[in-house]
């Protein structure tokens, strides 16, 4: 089944991805355990000074006050962050300026991506040290295959600007759903929360799946040109996508809100993290939790000042539906994160219960179940202290 086909090989360009060499051209990533261990073998090259340069160590950490931390951030020139193009969030008020990054305490270098999976692939090759806005999904799928990835927050949760969108000549409701898709063309991303949002509601709605003919989304922006140009019949994205699919006549086959009241699919993206990346640089990881939390409270404050300013760093005319009068979007604070509701548990389930639906759909073979060893919850408490 070309569908099964398509995701296999996602899956197998992940995998692919996890196991390469360390040494990707373009990578520049080094822990602090390297750092030490390097240092360690130049002091040791010369056995008459290694009690002098013990002391000048000591010394340094003593006169300067910032102890490890502070030196685990001085040996970061840039941090690398993950984000999504047309995905307007608070943080970006800071972004083009560089005032997020002075919040953060270390300057930082902003890389749009087209989807989660690419942010878990940057990652696992040592070119990204925090992924922005990832989706849950590709998250999953990532440490699924044996990504050394963990989840440290979460950056919004929305349940309306993620859809998929019919075509409003085929006149579909839920009702006649199951016979007017037959034979349908859709196009989506692959292995993210969008892929698992259009599963999840064929088959809610009764859609044979080996019915449809699925492709895999280039981009959001592509799916949205072949959606405007009548080459498929169902758009599924995210951002602005959606809202130029809708803007073209289309219609939802189920909004994010009936999703999420009568199938119980949680939509929402995360913040993550290179185990390595947060175990060598803690307190960056911490304060970029909050950072983002002073931004969000910033934009909440004065949404019409801001909303301009995010537009712009997000590469939109207008924050939309987004951030506007409708408000898609929603952000929890950092004690929520770490309720049963969020970081306590309920992510954790979330994860499990998106893989199993997998399983059981036939899309990947197998689940490792519990995901509760890849959600660290230490960094969020670091920043709520």
């Given at each position: 089944?070309?569908?099964?086909?398509?995701?296999?090989l996602?899956?197998i360009?992940?995998?692919?991805?996890?196991?390469?060499?360390g040494?990707?051209?373009?990578?520049d990533?080094?822990?602090?355990?390297?750092?030490?261990?390097g240092?360690?073998?130049?002091g040791?090259?010369?056995d008459?000074?290694?009690?002098?340069d013990?002391?000048?160590?000591?010394?340094?950490?003593e006169?300067?006050?910032?102890?490890?931390?502070?030196?685990?951030?001085?040996e970061?020139?840039?941090?690398n962050?993950?984000y999504f193009?047309?995905?307007p969030t608070p943080?970006?008020?800071?972004q083009?300026d560089g005032?997020?990054?002075?919040?953060v305490?270390?300057?930082?270098n902003?890389?749009?991506?087209?989807?989660?999976?690419?942010?878990?692939?940057?990652?696992?090759?040592?070119d990204i040290?925090?992924?922005?806005?990832?989706?849950?999904?590709?998250?999953?799928?990532?440490?699924?295959?044996?990504?050394?990835?963990?989840?440290?927050?979460?950056a919004v949760?929305?349940?309306e600007?993620?859809?998929?969108v019919a075509?409003?000549?085929l006149?579909i409701?839920?009702?006649?759903?199951?016979e007017?898709?037959?034979?349908?063309?859709i196009t989506t991303?692959i292995?993210?929360?969008?892929h698992?949002k259009?599963?999840s509601m064929?088959?809610f709605?009764g859609?044979n799946?080996?019915?449809l003919?699925?492709?895999?989304?280039?981009s959001?922006?592509a799916?949205a040109a072949?959606?405007?140009?009548g080459?498929?019949d169902v758009?599924?994205?995210?951002?602005?996508s959606?809202?130029?699919m809708?803007?073209?006549?289309?219609?939802?086959i189920?909004?994010?809100?009936?999703q999420e009241?009568?199938?119980g699919?949680?939509?929402?993206d995360?913040?993550?993290?290179?185990?390595?990346f947060?175990e060598?640089h803690?307190?960056?990881?911490s304060?970029?939790?909050s950072?983002?939390?002073?931004?969000?409270?910033?934009?909440?404050?004065?949404p019409?000042?801001?909303n301009?300013?995010i537009?712009?760093a997000?590469g939109?005319?207008?924050?939309?539906?987004?951030?506007?009068?409708?408000?898609?979007f929603?952000f929890?604070?950092l004690?929520?994160q770490?309720s049963?509701?969020w970081l306590?548990?309920?992510?954790?389930?979330n994860?499990?219960?998106?893989l199993d639906t997998?399983?059981?759909?036939?899309?990947?073979?197998s689940s490792?179940?519990?995901?509760s060893?890849f959600?660290d919850?230490s960094?969020?408490?670091?920043?709520?202290?």
């Amino acid at each position: 089944m070309k569908r099964r086909l398509l995701l296999l090989l996602a899956v197998i360009g992940l995998f692919a991805a996890a196991c390469g060499d360390g040494d990707d051209e373009g990578t520049d990533t080094t822990d602090s355990t390297e750092a030490a261990d390097g240092d360690a073998e130049d002091g040791d090259a010369e056995d008459g000074d290694a009690e002098d340069d013990e002391s000048s160590e000591d010394d340094a950490a003593e006169g300067d006050g910032e102890g490890e931390e502070g030196e685990a951030m001085a040996e970061l020139d840039e941090l690398n962050v993950a984000y999504f193009a047309e995905w307007p969030t608070p943080n970006q008020i800071g972004q083009e300026d560089g005032s997020f990054g002075d919040a953060v305490g270390v300057p930082i270098n902003w890389v749009p991506f087209a989807n989660g999976s690419e942010m878990t692939e940057a990652m696992v090759a040592g070119d990204i040290d925090i992924a922005y806005s990832q989706g849950l999904t590709p998250f999953a799928n990532g440490v699924n295959n044996g990504a050394d990835l963990k989840l440290v927050g979460i950056a919004v949760s929305y349940a309306e600007a993620d859809n998929c969108v019919a075509q409003g000549s085929l006149g579909i409701t839920r009702e006649n759903a199951a016979e007017t898709l037959t034979g349908a063309t859709i196009t989506t991303p692959i292995g993210n929360v969008t892929h698992f949002k259009m599963l999840s509601m064929m088959d809610f709605l009764g859609v044979n799946l080996d019915d449809l003919e699925v492709t895999p989304a280039e981009s959001g922006a592509a799916t949205a040109a072949a959606f405007v140009s009548g080459q498929i019949d169902v758009g599924c994205a995210f951002g602005g996508s959606v809202v130029e699919m809708l803007d073209a006549g289309g219609e939802l086959i189920m909004t994010g809100a009936e999703q999420e009241s009568e199938i119980g699919i949680a939509t929402y993206d995360i913040v993550s993290i290179p185990t390595a990346f947060g175990e060598g640089h803690p307190e960056v990881v911490s304060n970029f939790l909050s950072a983002t939390q002073e931004f969000n409270d910033t934009w909440a404050a004065d949404p019409e000042t801001n909303n301009p300013i995010i537009a712009q760093a997000a590469g939109m005319d207008d924050v939309g539906n987004f951030l506007g009068e409708d408000l898609w979007f929603s952000f929890p604070a950092l004690d929520d994160q770490l309720s049963d509701a969020w970081l306590g548990g309920q992510v954790q389930q979330n994860m499990t219960d998106q893989l199993d639906t997998f399983v059981e759909l036939g899309e990947i073979d197998s689940s490792i179940g519990d995901f509760s060893g890849f959600v660290d919850t230490s960094y969020l408490e670091a920043a709520t202290g």
